[in-house]
C-alpha cells in the first residue's frame, strides 16, 4: 500500500469524488431562481410539489433546473438568468423584463419546490411542456423528465410521448390543475408511482 492510495484506512476523509453527494448547495442555487417568468406577466403560473425517495420520503436537498419555451412555443435566447457584475463579479440576477425559459430550484427541508414561469406553447408536435433536471441524493446521473400541463385534453393525447404510455405511467408527467393558475408536480424517484425518466443518446 503506497503512502497515495486513497482506499487506505489511514484516517483522511472521503473527498467529493469518493463520494455520492450532494454538495448542491455550495455554487449551484441562484437567488431568485424560481422566479422565471417577468413579475406581472399575464401568462405566468405557479408549479410546485416534493421530490420523493424510493420510500416515499421528502428530500430536503434536491435540485432541479426547468427550462421550456415561451407561451408562444419559442425557445428563449435572451441572456440572463445569471447575470453577473462585470466589475465585482457579484450575482445580478435576472433583468425582470425579458423571458429566460430557465430556472434552478431547491427543495427547502420539507422536499417542498415551486416555481414562476410563463406557460409554455406547443413546439414540434408535442403538447406543451416543461422539460426538467433532477439532481438529488444518491444520483449519480442526474435525471431527465417533463412537466405537462392540463387543459388540451386532445394535445395531451396526441402527443407522441404521452401517447405510448399506459395511463398510471402518463399520469405521472401531467401536473395536477389546483385552480388559479397553480399546478402541483411531485417527482418520485423510484418505487409506486415513480416518474417516467428519459433517457437521451
Not at 441562484?30 to 410546485?48: M, Q
Not at 426547468?66 to 457584475?85: E, M
Not at 418520485?188 to 428519459?198: D, H, K, M, N, S
Request: aromatic letters at 10%; charged letters at 20%.
Amino acid at each position: 500500500m503506497t503512502k497515495n492510495d486513497t482506499t487506505a484506512a489511514n484516517g483522511v476523509p472521503p473527498t467529493p469524488s469518493h463520494t455520492v453527494g450532494p454538495f448542491y448547495g455550495y455554487a449551484l442555487p441562484l437567488p431568485g431562481g424560481e422566479d422565471i417568468a417577468p413579475a406581472g406577466h399575464p401568462d405566468t403560473v405557479t408549479l410546485h410539489g416534493y421530490v420523493y425517495d424510493g420510500e416515499g420520503r421528502p428530500l430536503p436537498d434536491a435540485l432541479l433546473e426547468l427550462w421550456g419555451p415561451d407561451p408562444q412555443g419559442n425557445v428563449p435566447t435572451a441572456d440572463g438568468s445569471l447575470r453577473r457584475d462585470p466589475a465585482s463579479g457579484g450575482f445580478l440576477g435576472r433583468n425582470g423584463v425579458e423571458f429566460t425559459g430557465f430556472g434552478r430550484i431547491q427543495t427547502d427541508a420539507n422536499g417542498h419546490w415551486y416555481a414562476r414561469t410563463l406557460r409554455p406553447g406547443a413546439r414540434g408536435g408535442n403538447a406543451p411542456y416543461l422539460s426538467v433536471c433532477v439532481f438529488a441524493r444518491g444520483l449519480l446521473v442526474h435525471l431527465f423528465t417533463r412537466i405537462y400541463l392540463p387543459g388540451d385534453e386532445a394535445a395531451l393525447t396526441a402527443d407522441p410521448l404521452l401517447s405510448r404510455l399506459d395511463a398510471g405511467r402518463r399520469d405521472t408527467l401531467v401536473a395536477a390543475e389546483e385552480g388559479a393558475g397553480t399546478y402541483r408536480f411531485d417527482i418520485r424517484l423510484q418505487g409506486e408511482g415513480e416518474t417516467v425518466f428519459l433517457e437521451f443518446q
